[in-house]
């Protein structure tokens, strides 16, 4: 019996030895407008990292993170219809030197994106890695699809998505970190019908 609670003692101390698994994002705010130039987006995420995530920033292993949105249009006689669609990738890496965080953000993704491919067109720095994480888990007024892809008389709605993606680090660190597939996040939300052309604004769009 004595072999039984030695293996139980040893279970219980690895689990507690175990890293902390990250919490799930969480989405505090989220906002779709459509309007005359298209539809944007605006989300407000809070990441809260794992022990495992944190260890490899600071050891110089950078992040890439990936937000993805699609506008789908209804149809009743058959399935629904991707209109457009934006991608958007962050990469996070922690400067040694100077002991700062930077996030690089491309908005031009192909088919199958790498990380050598990336190319990047906004720099930000932060002195915390709260404040990065803040960085990476926001959007504001990203816009997902011009006006002219909608149709004016169909409904439409936006399914969007958030996740860490270890596709993109070095084998090795994917199977390191693959107990963070939970570190992700996607919702629905039904696009709003353009605003109804009133005699005014009509008028104006008569005149040449």
């Avoid at 219809?81 to 100077?98: D, G, Y």
């Avoid at 199977?175 to 939300?189: C, H, L």
Wanted: aromatic share 10%.
């Amino acid at each position: 019996m004595a072999w039984r609670h030695w293996a139980w003692a040893c279970l219980c101390w690895c689990c507690l030895a175990l890293p902390v698994a990250a919490q799930a994002p969480h989405a505090q705010q989220v906002s779709v407008q459509r309007g005359a130039d298209g539809v944007f987006l605006s989300v407000r995420l809070t990441l809260t990292p794992a022990d495992v995530v944190e260890d490899a920033l600071t050891k110089g292993v950078p992040l890439y993170f990936v937000w993805q949105a699609e506008v789908m249009r209804s149809r009743w006689y058959w399935s629904d219809k991707r209109v457009a669609s934006a991608t958007r990738v962050l990469r996070l890496a922690f400067q040694p030197l100077t002991r700062r965080w930077r996030m690089s953000v491309s908005n031009e993704v192909g088919a199958n994106p790498s990380a050598s491919g990336l190319q990047y067109a906004l720099h930000q720095s932060f002195d915390s890695l709260d404040d990065a994480l803040a960085a990476v888990g926001r959007v504001v007024r990203w816009k997902i699809a011009d006006a002219g892809q909608l149709d004016p008389s169909a409904e439409h709605r936006v399914e969007a998505s958030f996740q860490l993606d270890l596709s993109l680090l070095p084998r090795p660190f994917q199977f390191g970190m693959a107990n963070q597939p939970e570190w992700s996040v996607e919702w629905r939300q039904r696009l709003p019908l353009p605003a109804p052309e009133t005699d005014a604004t009509a008028e104006a769009l008569s005149k040449p």
